[in-house]
């Protein structure tokens, strides 16, 4: 077996193929990066809400009785079935999974265009400018075609935290959406829920109005409207490097059955943002992983029963406060929709990935059971539960505290550990007591 990519579905579809199968299969692990990064808590940097975990990709394949090749995919025989990876080394298979991602192209000249950790620098850049007030008005662009939106979102409601923190008056800060109510791939009761956190937060909203440039004033819609603003950000549009020897359509990205298996070819399965489907999430990737590794564990024990791809939007949108959680079944929004500040799956995460998430979640203990969806609730239930899960991150912290007081520092690290993760974010004052914690404990030892 070879595993092209070491991202979210590389990373799942490896743990899945180890839960599936055990030891009856070799697995080798192609990546041009020897670190995998939680590209979605990325964001979260600026604020100095948390840090991106990193994960070093070697460590993770050897615990896995993996073989990982600091490489990149370069081509594919199909008929020899063999890769050949940049450096040169051909590599057989029989069976392959393209988990390549994509790039990111700018589609919006004239905005900062936020595809990760790799724009946290300019976004600061974007937060001095607010607090020393050379710039005010803000507009996040959601632009047309754009299935993924969710970052726009969480970065307009963490500015407007960050500029409510700071006492910063005067700043204006609206989202610009082709949507026509706010993240409405996930229905009615998760957009509602969004709507009044926007509203809550000052953020405005404009439906039903696509981006269609950046002038010096601010932003063009598609009506026609300028929408005044200093400063534009928006999200990059996603497009697949060739892969001579597998059949791509337009931008690059690669058809697949819903058993994942790329169209035309024999034991060649993709996952991924690669692929054609046309919502890209880490959530979604971990989901046709899991499909992915089924197809692949079927063509070694006849008793494991093949997936289908049914996506289940699953998205825990940064706030600055409590994040807020949403579901949706894909094609079901009306009837599956739900959201609210108590978490909708265990353990809770940015990425709800089946075996990823609790590997992440686990550190030093080992992984616990596989992700799991828990019941939503409404009403006084709902706000009972969010009320009981913000008792619990208040608790961490507080024996956190403790812990430091005590000058147990390893103690207090491990409690904050325990707080991001029911929250997913630390409190500012919390992240820098981290960073102080870890260089005690460093000096003790």
Not at 85 to 92: D, P
Not at 109 to 137: H, K
Not at 199 to 228: I, M
Not at 260 to 270: F, H, I, N
Request: charged residues 20%; hydrophobic residues 45%.
């Amino acid at each position: 077996m070879v595993i092209a990519g070491a991202g979210v579905a590389g990373l799942e579809a490896l743990l899945a193929l180890r839960h599936l199968l055990r030891s009856q299969v070799s697995i080798e692990l192609v990546s041009g990066s020897p670190e995998f990064v939680y590209r979605p808590l990325a964001l979260a940097e600026p604020f100095g809400l948390g840090e991106a975990t990193r994960l070093r990709v070697d460590a993770l394949a050897a615990n896995q009785g993996a073989t990982f090749r600091p490489d990149l995919l370069a081509s594919v025989d199909p008929e020899g079935r063999t890769v050949t990876t940049e450096s040169g080394l051909e590599l057989g298979y029989d069976a392959l999974l393209l988990a390549v991602g994509t790039r990111g192209v700018e589609q919006l000249p004239g905005a900062l265009t936020y595809g990760g950790a790799s724009a946290n620098d300019a976004y600061r850049g974007l937060l001095g400018e607010l607090e020393s007030g050379a710039a005010t008005r803000v507009v996040f662009a959601v632009a047309a075609g754009l299935h993924w939106a969710l970052p726009l979102y969480e970065l307009a409601l963490l500015t407007a935290h960050h500029a409510r923190e700071r006492g910063l008056d005067g700043v204006e800060l609206t989202v610009a959406s082709a949507e026509s109510r706010p993240l409405e791939m996930f229905g009615r009761r998760a957009g509602e829920a969004v709507a009044a956190l926007l509203r809550e937060a000052g953020v405005g909203f404009r439906g039903a109005s696509a981006p269609s440039a950046v002038e010096q004033e601010g932003l063009v819609v598609s009506s026609g409207d300028l929408l005044a603003a200093d400063r534009v950000v928006a999200v990059p549009r996603l497009e697949v490097a060739p892969i001579p020897g597998i059949p791509q359509g337009p931008a690059g990205f690669i058809g697949t059955d819903l058993q994942m298996k790329v169209e035309g070819l024999t034991r060649v399965y993709a996952a991924g943002d690669a692929t054609w489907f046309p919502i890209k999430q880490g959530g979604l990737a971990a989901q046709q992983a899991d499909v992915a590794a089924t197809s692949i564990a079927a063509c070694v024990d006849a008793g494991i029963e093949k997936a289908l791809f049914r996506p289940v939007l699953r998205g825990a949108l940064l706030t600055g406060a409590a994040p807020l959680y949403v579901r949706s079944e894909v094609g079901d929004r009306a009837g599956s929709s739900a959201a609210g500040a108590a978490p909708l799956w265990w353990p809770p995460s940015k990425i709800a990935a089946r075996y990823l998430s609790p590997y992440l979640a686990a550190g030093d203990e080992g992984p616990g059971p596989p992700l799991d969806d828990l019941p939503s609730l409404h009403g006084e239930e709902q706000a009972e539960l969010a009320a009981e899960h913000q008792e619990a991150v208040e608790l961490a912290l507080a024996v956190a505290d403790a812990d430091a007081r005590w000058k147990d520092y390893r103690g207090a690290l491990r409690w904050l550990g325990v707080a991001e993760q029911l929250n997913l974010t630390l409190p500012p004052d919390y992240a820098e007591k981290r960073r102080a914690w870890s260089e005690a404990m460093r000096l003790i030892d």
